[in-house]
Protein backbone atom coordinates (compact mmCIF):
# COMPACT_ATOMS: atom_id res chain seq x y z
CA UNK A 1 0.00 0.00 0.00
CA UNK A 2 1.26 3.76 -0.80
CA UNK A 3 -0.35 7.04 -0.04
CA UNK A 4 -0.72 8.82 -3.70
CA UNK A 5 -2.08 12.22 -4.97
CA UNK A 6 -5.50 12.54 -4.57
CA UNK A 7 -7.45 10.84 -7.42
CA UNK A 8 -10.71 9.20 -8.29
CA UNK A 9 -10.65 5.59 -8.49
CA UNK A 10 -11.52 4.05 -11.86
CA UNK A 11 -14.92 5.14 -13.06
CA UNK A 12 -15.70 7.39 -10.25
CA UNK A 13 -16.15 10.82 -11.60
CA UNK A 14 -17.24 14.15 -9.69
CA UNK A 15 -18.12 17.91 -9.79
CA UNK A 16 -18.30 21.02 -7.33
CA UNK A 17 -20.25 24.22 -7.72
CA UNK A 18 -21.42 26.96 -6.24
CA UNK A 19 -25.10 26.65 -5.73
CA UNK A 20 -25.64 29.90 -3.50
CA UNK A 21 -25.76 28.32 -0.02
CA UNK A 22 -22.48 29.78 0.94
CA UNK A 23 -22.02 33.66 -0.43
CA UNK A 24 -19.32 34.98 -2.89
CA UNK A 25 -19.26 32.39 -4.71
CA UNK A 26 -17.32 29.41 -2.25
CA UNK A 27 -18.21 26.28 -3.52
CA UNK A 28 -21.07 24.67 -1.45
CA UNK A 29 -21.95 21.44 -3.80
CA UNK A 30 -20.38 18.57 -5.01
CA UNK A 31 -21.41 14.90 -6.18
CA UNK A 32 -19.35 12.03 -6.44
CA UNK A 33 -20.97 9.35 -9.21
CA UNK A 34 -19.56 5.60 -9.92
CA UNK A 35 -20.55 4.70 -14.02
CA UNK A 36 -22.28 1.72 -12.45
CA UNK A 37 -24.53 0.67 -9.14
CA UNK A 38 -21.51 0.29 -6.57
CA UNK A 39 -21.83 -1.53 -3.34
CA UNK A 40 -22.65 1.20 -0.07
CA UNK A 41 -22.18 1.11 3.59
CA UNK A 42 -23.07 4.28 5.56
CA UNK A 43 -22.41 4.92 9.98
CA UNK A 44 -24.77 7.56 11.33
CA UNK A 45 -24.88 9.89 14.33
CA UNK A 46 -26.79 8.63 16.83
CA UNK A 47 -27.86 11.90 17.98
CA UNK A 48 -31.87 11.73 18.73
CA UNK A 49 -32.39 14.75 16.70
CA UNK A 50 -30.94 13.02 13.03
CA UNK A 51 -30.95 15.41 10.23
CA UNK A 52 -33.27 14.99 7.30
CA UNK A 53 -30.72 13.44 4.93
CA UNK A 54 -28.91 11.14 8.09
CA UNK A 55 -32.33 9.57 8.15
CA UNK A 56 -33.43 9.36 4.17
CA UNK A 57 -30.08 8.13 3.27
CA UNK A 58 -29.85 5.04 6.12
CA UNK A 59 -33.09 3.62 4.95
CA UNK A 60 -31.91 4.23 1.25
CA UNK A 61 -28.26 2.04 2.05
CA UNK A 62 -30.12 -0.67 4.39
CA UNK A 63 -32.41 -1.43 0.94
CA UNK A 64 -30.23 -3.49 -0.60
CA UNK A 65 -26.71 -1.93 0.84
CA UNK A 66 -25.89 -0.14 -3.05
CA UNK A 67 -25.37 3.52 -4.09
CA UNK A 68 -24.61 4.82 -7.08
CA UNK A 69 -24.27 8.85 -6.20
CA UNK A 70 -23.54 11.02 -3.58
CA UNK A 71 -24.81 14.14 -3.14
CA UNK A 72 -23.90 16.98 -0.62
CA UNK A 73 -24.31 20.82 0.00
CA UNK A 74 -22.69 22.84 2.65
CA UNK A 75 -24.31 26.03 4.09
CA UNK A 76 -27.69 24.31 5.27
CA UNK A 77 -27.40 21.13 7.63
CA UNK A 78 -31.20 20.54 6.37
CA UNK A 79 -31.80 19.42 10.37
CA UNK A 80 -34.44 19.96 12.62
CA UNK A 81 -36.61 20.70 9.76
CA UNK A 82 -39.48 18.48 10.17
CA UNK A 83 -41.90 16.82 7.62
CA UNK A 84 -40.62 19.33 5.14
CA UNK A 85 -37.28 18.70 5.59
CA UNK A 86 -37.56 15.07 4.89
CA UNK A 87 -39.82 15.79 2.05
CA UNK A 88 -36.68 18.20 0.52
CA UNK A 89 -34.17 15.00 0.64
CA UNK A 90 -36.62 12.87 -1.51
CA UNK A 91 -37.00 16.09 -3.28
CA UNK A 92 -33.41 16.31 -3.88
CA UNK A 93 -32.98 12.77 -4.66
CA UNK A 94 -35.37 12.75 -7.43
CA UNK A 95 -33.42 16.48 -9.11
CA UNK A 96 -30.25 14.28 -8.83
CA UNK A 97 -31.67 10.81 -10.39
CA UNK A 98 -33.52 13.19 -13.16
CA UNK A 99 -29.77 14.54 -14.02
CA UNK A 100 -28.14 11.33 -14.17
CA UNK A 101 -30.99 9.22 -15.56
CA UNK A 102 -30.76 6.81 -12.15
CA UNK A 103 -33.25 5.41 -10.34
CA UNK A 104 -33.29 7.52 -6.81
CA UNK A 105 -33.01 4.47 -4.96
CA UNK A 106 -29.22 4.67 -5.91
CA UNK A 107 -28.94 8.61 -4.73
CA UNK A 108 -27.59 9.06 -1.35
CA UNK A 109 -28.22 12.54 0.51
CA UNK A 110 -25.80 14.66 2.83
CA UNK A 111 -25.89 18.46 3.96
CA UNK A 112 -23.83 20.28 6.62
CA UNK A 113 -24.66 23.83 8.10
CA UNK A 114 -27.06 25.53 10.27
CA UNK A 115 -29.33 23.56 12.03
CA UNK A 116 -33.64 24.67 11.98
CA UNK A 117 -33.22 26.18 8.36
CA UNK A 118 -35.43 24.94 5.59
CA UNK A 119 -33.42 23.56 2.37
CA UNK A 120 -33.78 26.09 0.07
CA UNK A 121 -35.03 24.07 -3.22
CA UNK A 122 -34.22 26.83 -5.88
CA UNK A 123 -31.02 26.61 -4.30
CA UNK A 124 -30.55 23.52 -4.65
CA UNK A 125 -32.32 23.04 -8.64
CA UNK A 126 -29.25 25.20 -9.50
CA UNK A 127 -26.63 23.87 -7.56
CA UNK A 128 -27.88 20.34 -9.33
CA UNK A 129 -28.02 22.32 -12.85
CA UNK A 130 -24.61 23.69 -12.71
CA UNK A 131 -22.83 19.96 -11.47
CA UNK A 132 -21.58 18.63 -14.34
CA UNK A 133 -19.06 15.11 -14.00
CA UNK A 134 -15.46 14.86 -14.45
CA UNK A 135 -12.48 12.47 -13.74
CA UNK A 136 -10.46 15.65 -13.13
CA UNK A 137 -12.48 17.82 -10.90
CA UNK A 138 -11.38 16.97 -7.24
CA UNK A 139 -12.89 20.14 -5.65
CA UNK A 140 -15.26 17.69 -3.47
CA UNK A 141 -13.29 18.12 -0.78
CA UNK A 142 -13.19 21.75 -0.29
CA UNK A 143 -16.98 22.15 -1.43
CA UNK A 144 -18.15 20.68 1.52
CA UNK A 145 -16.40 22.43 4.39
CA UNK A 146 -17.91 24.88 6.65
CA UNK A 147 -15.59 26.16 9.73
CA UNK A 148 -12.86 24.06 8.40
CA UNK A 149 -9.47 26.06 7.80
CA UNK A 150 -8.70 23.32 5.26
CA UNK A 151 -10.19 20.30 3.13
CA UNK A 152 -9.25 16.64 4.71
CA UNK A 153 -8.25 14.35 1.98
CA UNK A 154 -6.41 10.98 1.59
CA UNK A 155 -5.82 8.47 -1.48
CA UNK A 156 -3.73 4.90 -1.52
CA UNK A 157 -3.18 2.34 -3.77
CA UNK A 158 -2.86 -1.51 -3.47
CA UNK A 159 -2.76 -4.25 -5.42
CA UNK A 160 -5.20 -7.29 -5.19
CA UNK A 161 -4.99 -9.71 -7.33
CA UNK A 162 -2.51 -8.30 -9.50
CA UNK A 163 -5.23 -5.41 -10.27
CA UNK A 164 -4.06 -1.95 -8.72
CA UNK A 165 -6.65 -0.63 -6.67
CA UNK A 166 -7.69 3.25 -4.98
CA UNK A 167 -9.38 4.18 -2.11
CA UNK A 168 -10.15 7.96 -1.87
CA UNK A 169 -11.75 9.60 1.05
CA UNK A 170 -12.27 13.15 1.72
CA UNK A 171 -13.64 14.91 5.33
CA UNK A 172 -15.25 17.68 6.57
CA UNK A 173 -15.60 18.61 10.38
CA UNK A 174 -13.63 21.11 12.69
CA UNK A 175 -16.54 21.33 15.53
CA UNK A 176 -19.15 19.84 17.06
CA UNK A 177 -17.39 17.26 16.95
CA UNK A 178 -18.08 13.77 19.38
CA UNK A 179 -19.15 11.33 17.75
CA UNK A 180 -20.77 7.73 18.52
CA UNK A 181 -20.46 6.06 15.46
CA UNK A 182 -18.48 8.34 13.12
CA UNK A 183 -18.54 12.09 12.64
CA UNK A 184 -18.49 14.75 10.61
CA UNK A 185 -19.12 13.80 6.61
CA UNK A 186 -16.81 11.71 5.30
CA UNK A 187 -16.73 9.64 1.96
CA UNK A 188 -14.63 7.01 0.81
CA UNK A 189 -14.79 5.16 -2.63
CA UNK A 190 -12.98 2.57 -4.52
CA UNK A 191 -12.68 0.42 -7.07
CA UNK A 192 -12.59 -2.55 -4.83
CA UNK A 193 -14.58 -5.46 -5.87
CA UNK A 194 -16.59 -6.23 -2.48
CA UNK A 195 -20.65 -7.17 -1.52
CA UNK A 196 -22.54 -4.59 0.45
CA UNK A 197 -22.45 -6.35 3.42
CA UNK A 198 -19.09 -7.10 3.90
CA UNK A 199 -18.21 -3.41 2.84
CA UNK A 200 -20.82 -2.38 5.83
CA UNK A 201 -19.16 -5.04 8.30
CA UNK A 202 -15.60 -3.53 7.87
CA UNK A 203 -16.91 0.00 7.91
CA UNK A 204 -18.82 -0.64 11.45
CA UNK A 205 -16.08 -2.27 12.54
CA UNK A 206 -13.26 0.40 12.12
CA UNK A 207 -15.35 3.05 12.77
CA UNK A 208 -14.90 2.06 16.54
CA UNK A 209 -11.31 2.89 16.29
CA UNK A 210 -11.35 5.88 13.60
CA UNK A 211 -13.61 7.97 14.33
CA UNK A 212 -15.03 7.03 17.21
CA UNK A 213 -12.09 8.33 19.07
CA UNK A 214 -11.92 11.79 18.19
CA UNK A 215 -12.94 14.28 20.13
CA UNK A 216 -12.64 18.46 19.69
CA UNK A 217 -15.86 19.52 21.63
CA UNK A 218 -17.57 16.90 22.94
CA UNK A 219 -20.62 18.45 21.39
CA UNK A 220 -22.40 14.90 18.91
CA UNK A 221 -23.39 16.90 15.43
CA UNK A 222 -27.03 16.07 14.17
CA UNK A 223 -25.63 15.30 10.58
CA UNK A 224 -23.08 12.66 11.30
CA UNK A 225 -22.15 10.46 8.80
CA UNK A 226 -19.39 8.34 6.70
CA UNK A 227 -20.50 6.83 3.69
CA UNK A 228 -18.69 4.22 1.28
CA UNK A 229 -18.65 3.01 -1.99
CA UNK A 230 -17.06 0.34 -4.00
CA UNK A 231 -18.09 -0.04 -7.52
CA UNK A 232 -15.30 -3.49 -8.30
CA UNK A 233 -13.76 -1.59 -11.38
CA UNK A 234 -10.63 -2.71 -10.61
CA UNK A 235 -11.61 -6.44 -11.49
CA UNK A 236 -9.90 -7.74 -8.64
CA UNK A 237 -11.70 -11.46 -7.37
CA UNK A 238 -14.69 -10.60 -4.86
CA UNK A 239 -13.12 -9.94 -1.57
CA UNK A 240 -13.85 -12.66 0.70
CA UNK A 241 -13.77 -11.98 4.35
CA UNK A 242 -10.75 -13.51 6.07
CA UNK A 243 -8.56 -13.63 2.78
CA UNK A 244 -5.52 -12.62 2.41
CA UNK A 245 -6.64 -10.09 -0.45
CA UNK A 246 -9.32 -8.73 2.44
CA UNK A 247 -6.51 -8.32 5.00
CA UNK A 248 -4.54 -6.24 2.76
CA UNK A 249 -7.20 -4.21 1.62
CA UNK A 250 -9.09 -4.06 5.26
CA UNK A 251 -5.73 -2.71 5.83
CA UNK A 252 -5.98 0.65 3.31
CA UNK A 253 -9.60 1.18 4.24
CA UNK A 254 -8.55 1.66 7.66
CA UNK A 255 -5.56 3.90 6.95
CA UNK A 256 -7.73 6.22 4.99
CA UNK A 257 -10.23 6.04 7.51
CA UNK A 258 -7.52 7.03 10.54
CA UNK A 259 -6.17 9.67 8.57
CA UNK A 260 -9.27 11.53 7.88
CA UNK A 261 -9.90 11.09 11.80
CA UNK A 262 -6.57 12.27 13.06
CA UNK A 263 -7.25 15.50 9.91
CA UNK A 264 -10.38 16.50 11.64
CA UNK A 265 -8.96 16.13 15.26
CA UNK A 266 -6.30 18.31 13.78
CA UNK A 267 -8.31 20.95 12.48
CA UNK A 268 -10.46 21.31 15.52
CA UNK A 269 -11.65 24.91 15.57
CA UNK A 270 -9.22 27.43 17.03
CA UNK A 271 -6.85 24.60 17.69
CA UNK A 272 -3.33 25.54 18.41
CA UNK A 273 -2.16 21.94 19.17
CA UNK A 274 -3.20 18.26 17.70
CA UNK A 275 -3.21 15.84 20.55
CA UNK A 276 -2.43 12.20 20.55
CA UNK A 277 -2.92 10.07 23.80
CA UNK A 278 -2.07 6.16 23.79
CA UNK A 279 -3.22 4.47 26.11
CA UNK A 280 -1.58 0.65 27.05
CA UNK A 281 -1.70 -1.83 29.37
CA UNK A 282 -5.43 -1.25 30.22
CA UNK A 283 -7.87 -4.39 30.87
CA UNK A 284 -9.42 -4.79 27.66
CA UNK A 285 -9.67 -2.84 24.10
CA UNK A 286 -12.61 -1.10 25.02
CA UNK A 287 -11.29 0.41 28.15
CA UNK A 288 -8.15 1.04 26.09
CA UNK A 289 -10.16 3.62 23.74
CA UNK A 290 -12.21 4.74 26.63
CA UNK A 291 -9.96 6.27 28.73
CA UNK A 292 -7.82 7.50 25.82
CA UNK A 293 -10.82 9.24 24.77
CA UNK A 294 -11.92 10.63 28.22
CA UNK A 295 -8.58 11.95 28.57
CA UNK A 296 -8.40 13.77 24.90
CA UNK A 297 -11.80 15.17 25.78
CA UNK A 298 -11.08 16.55 29.05
CA UNK A 299 -11.84 20.33 29.00
CA UNK A 300 -9.26 20.21 31.85
CA UNK A 301 -6.56 18.59 29.68
CA UNK A 302 -7.45 21.03 26.49
CA UNK A 303 -7.09 23.76 28.95
CA UNK A 304 -3.21 22.37 30.31
CA UNK A 305 -2.09 21.81 26.88
CA UNK A 306 -3.30 25.53 26.04
CA UNK A 307 -1.62 27.10 28.80
CA UNK A 308 1.23 24.62 28.43
CA UNK A 309 1.20 23.50 31.80
CA UNK A 310 2.22 19.41 32.69
CA UNK A 311 -0.51 19.35 35.10
CA UNK A 312 -0.37 15.51 35.60
CA UNK A 313 -3.48 15.79 37.64
CA UNK A 314 -6.27 16.72 35.14
CA UNK A 315 -4.83 13.58 32.69
CA UNK A 316 -5.16 11.30 36.83
CA UNK A 317 -8.91 12.56 36.98
CA UNK A 318 -9.61 12.07 33.31
CA UNK A 319 -8.51 8.45 33.95
CA UNK A 320 -10.27 7.62 37.37
CA UNK A 321 -13.89 9.21 35.95
CA UNK A 322 -14.11 6.29 33.79
CA UNK A 323 -14.92 2.58 34.87
CA UNK A 324 -12.26 1.15 33.29
CA UNK A 325 -10.02 -0.94 35.57
CA UNK A 326 -6.86 0.97 36.87
CA UNK A 327 -3.88 0.17 39.65
CA UNK A 328 -3.96 3.48 42.01
CA UNK A 329 -0.51 2.78 42.75
CA UNK A 330 1.27 1.78 39.17
CA UNK A 331 0.00 4.12 36.52
CA UNK A 332 3.04 5.53 34.25
CA UNK A 333 2.27 8.95 32.43
CA UNK A 334 4.69 10.34 29.45
CA UNK A 335 4.26 13.66 27.48
CA UNK A 336 5.92 13.95 24.24
CA UNK A 337 8.43 11.27 25.12
CA UNK A 338 9.41 12.23 28.72
CA UNK A 339 7.71 10.57 31.62
CA UNK A 340 6.13 12.60 34.12
CA UNK A 341 4.63 9.96 36.47
CA UNK A 342 6.31 6.83 37.48
CA UNK A 343 4.45 3.79 39.50
CA UNK A 344 1.88 6.98 40.13
CA UNK A 345 4.36 9.62 41.75
CA UNK A 346 5.56 12.65 39.81
CA UNK A 347 8.72 13.07 38.17
CA UNK A 348 10.55 16.65 39.41
CA UNK A 349 11.00 19.16 36.51
CA UNK A 350 11.79 22.64 36.78
CA UNK A 351 9.17 24.84 35.07
CA UNK A 352 11.52 25.57 31.90
CA UNK A 353 11.64 22.00 31.52
CA UNK A 354 8.25 21.28 32.16
CA UNK A 355 7.73 23.68 29.31
CA UNK A 356 9.87 22.38 27.27
CA UNK A 357 8.03 19.83 26.30
CA UNK A 358 5.22 21.42 24.84
CA UNK A 359 7.28 23.23 22.04
CA UNK A 360 6.12 20.78 19.23
CA UNK A 361 2.74 21.11 18.03
CA UNK A 362 1.83 17.83 18.42
CA UNK A 363 0.68 16.92 22.12
CA UNK A 364 1.41 13.07 22.51
CA UNK A 365 0.77 11.40 26.00
CA UNK A 366 1.21 7.96 26.71
CA UNK A 367 -0.17 6.11 29.25
CA UNK A 368 0.55 3.19 30.94
CA UNK A 369 -2.22 1.65 33.33
CA UNK A 370 -0.80 -1.94 33.97
CA UNK A 371 -3.55 -4.05 34.01
CA UNK A 372 -3.08 -5.61 31.38
CA UNK A 373 -2.30 -5.92 27.80
CA UNK A 374 -4.60 -3.90 25.80
CA UNK A 375 -4.00 -0.79 23.76
CA UNK A 376 -5.96 2.26 22.98
CA UNK A 377 -5.76 5.23 20.73
CA UNK A 378 -7.37 8.70 21.10
CA UNK A 379 -7.29 12.18 18.83
CA UNK A 380 -8.50 15.68 19.51
CA UNK A 381 -6.84 19.16 20.07
CA UNK A 382 -6.53 22.05 22.68
CA UNK A 383 -9.06 24.58 23.84
CA UNK A 384 -8.39 28.07 23.10
CA UNK A 385 -9.87 31.30 23.33
CA UNK A 386 -10.32 31.31 19.49
CA UNK A 387 -13.13 28.29 20.21
CA UNK A 388 -15.27 30.20 21.65
CA UNK A 389 -14.94 32.84 19.38
CA UNK A 390 -16.01 30.96 16.36
CA UNK A 391 -19.09 29.32 18.31
CA UNK A 392 -20.25 32.92 19.41
CA UNK A 393 -20.35 34.10 16.21
CA UNK A 394 -21.33 30.85 13.82
CA UNK A 395 -24.36 31.43 11.79
CA UNK A 396 -24.08 28.51 8.92
Known amino acids: MKTIDFKWPLNIKSGSTHAGFKPDEQLDMCWVVSDTPASAAGVYTTNQFKAAPVQVTKKTIELNHQLQAIVVNSGNANSFTGDEGIQNVYNSKQLVADKLHLDDTLIGVASTGIIGKQLDMNTYQNGV ?16 ITTDTCSKKVCVELTLN ?5 ITGFSKG ?3 IHPNMGTTLSFIVTDANIAGDDLQNLLSEDIVSTFNQITVDGCMSTNDMV ?3 ANGAAQNDQLVSGSDEYIEFAKGFKYVL ?11 EGA ?5 VNVNNAFDKQEANLVSKAI ?3 NLVKSMIFGKEANWGRIVQAIGQTHAHVDPNHVAITLNGTEIVTNS ?9 LKALFTDENIIIDVDLNVGNASGTAWGCDLTYKYVEINAAYEG
Not at 162 to 166: A, G, I, N, Y
Open 272 to 276: NNFVE
Open 129 to 144: DSLELSTDDINAPEAI
Open 296 to 298: VGS
Open 345 to 353: VPVSFTDDE
Open 174 to 176: SGM
Open 162 to 166: DKPVT
Open 258 to 268: TTLAKKVAQDG
Open 227 to 229: LAM
